[in-house]
């Protein structure tokens, strides 16, 4: 007798640590599959996500799955997994945000995140934790006059990677604010109806090899104390590519400004901001700086901008420097604008064939010109109305109006 019972209780244990290493009835499973139908393992997608082992994956099949006007909100740590964003589709019609994570550590891979329907809102917002997006779309985002929404909202102290993305057809495509941080590698943010990535509260962003294309104003926006880094990315066809109003920091390096209507780059404010070795072709103005403070444009290259290549109307402590401003223009616009109060520092900038100006300096513009080359413009360097700069060393030649002309009441 004591042979039989020992033996069962030893089948007994044994069954248990088989159901419990096996993911049976004793513990969740770390991969669930889910299908948009009644075809699937665990019902639909929010009963996945809370059936899943924490840490765990959930699979979703091609097709659409349709959250309804109720918002689904992730407080779990889970990795969602789809067909590819245009195969797996994750719609949803709720105000605010149709989808929200508050989960220590959440990823998706392939999917596509929808906003449908009428009601203020965006796709997906993220308030805390760490988030990884791998390969997806977001999408549908819209607003009021008094208020915009973007398709992916990263906020709070949330942390977050965007990696080879698409945000499109929103009022924004991709916000930061509060504390939180982002950064985005390889990913697009084109055609929505402000802006493709918005930085503004604390928040830092750290963007490599985007692009921000076709957007009704701005390519990117970093306003109050944000923080920003682009490097080697890709702004076309907005009105503005990069609009800096504040922030504490912006740098911006290695990219390519290309047929915006309005500028590549406005710096309307802001501190330390830095625009380094671009390039600013066939847009209305290249860089315009009308405010900050401790800005620098350092080896860019703009060239054949419909109006100016560089325009300096205000800011403090304003350094030009080997800049190539080249072919820009009209007949009474050129390579370097001065105007209104703006008293930068030029030094070894380089304005050849443009139609109007090589350098203008106008208004009660003043700071200081020293060793620039200007050649083959209309005139080399102007010196208008009250504008009172220091010239020093600049070479102007061959420029077939006059080098260096000074003209009073004009």
Request: net charge positive; aromatic share 6%; hydrophobic share 35%.
């Amino acid at each position: 007798m004591g042979i039989v019972v020992t033996v069962v209780i030893a089948a007994f244990l044994a069954f248990v640590a088989y159901t419990v290493s096996e993911g049976g009835p004793s513990a969740r499973p770390k991969t669930v599959t889910v299908k948009p139908d009644a075809a699937q393992d665990y019902g639909p997608l929010s009963d996945a996500i809370r059936r899943v082992a924490e840490g765990g994956t959930v699979q979703l099949g091609a097709g659409t799955y349709d959250l309804g006007d109720r918002q689904l909100v992730i407080t779990r740590s889970v990795r969602l997994v789809g067909a590819g964003p245009e195969e797996t589709e994750v719609v949803g019609s709720a105000k605010e945000s149709a989808l929200v994570v508050r989960a220590a550590d959440f990823s998706a891979e392939g999917i596509s995140f929808v906003k449908s329907g009428s009601t203020n809102g965006g796709a997906l917002a993220v308030t805390h934790g760490t988030l990884q997006m791998t390969r997806c779309r977001f999408t549908g985002s819209s607003g009021d006059k008094q208020w915009s929404y973007a398709s992916l909202w990263i906020k709070g102290d949330a942390q977050a990677t965007v990696r080879e993305c698409t945000a499109d057809d929103g009022d924004s495509g991709i916000d930061a604010s509060g504390d939180s941080s982002v950064t985005m590698e390889s990913t697009q943010c084109n055609s929505n109806r402000v802006s493709g990535v918005a930085v503004y509260g604390n928040a830092e962003a750290i963007m490599r090899s985007c692009t921000c294309a076709g957007n009704a104003d701005y390519g990117v926006t970093v306003s109050e104390h944000a923080r920003v880094k682009i490097q080697g990315g890709r702004f076309s066809n907005n009105k503005t590519g990069v609009w800096i109003e504040h922030g504490k920091s912006a740098r911006i390096e290695r990219c390519k400004f290309n047929s915006n209507q309005r500028r590549g780059v406005m710096v309307a404010g802001g501190t330390n901001v830095v625009i380094l070795e671009s390039t600013f072709v066939g847009n209305g103005n290249g860089i315009e700086v009308f405010g900050g403070q401790r800005v620098a444009l350092l080896t860019n290259r703009c060239e054949r901008n419909r109006e100016t290549g560089i325009t300096v109307a205000g800011g403090d402590h304003v350094r030009v420097e080997w800049n190539r401003c080249n072919r820009n223009g009209d007949r009474h616009t050129g390579g370097i604008c001065v105007n209104r109060r703006g008293h930068p520092r030029l030094l070894n900038n380089t304005c050849n064939n443009n139609l109007g100006y090589g350098i203008l300096f106008r208004d009660r513009a003043s700071g200081e010109a020293r060793e620039n080359y200007c050649s083959r413009n209309r005139w080399g360097i102007i010196i208008n109305d009250r504008a009172h700069p220091k010239l020093r060393g600049n070479d102007c030649e061959f420029n077939s109006k006059g080098n260096i002309e000074t003209y009073r009441g004009g």
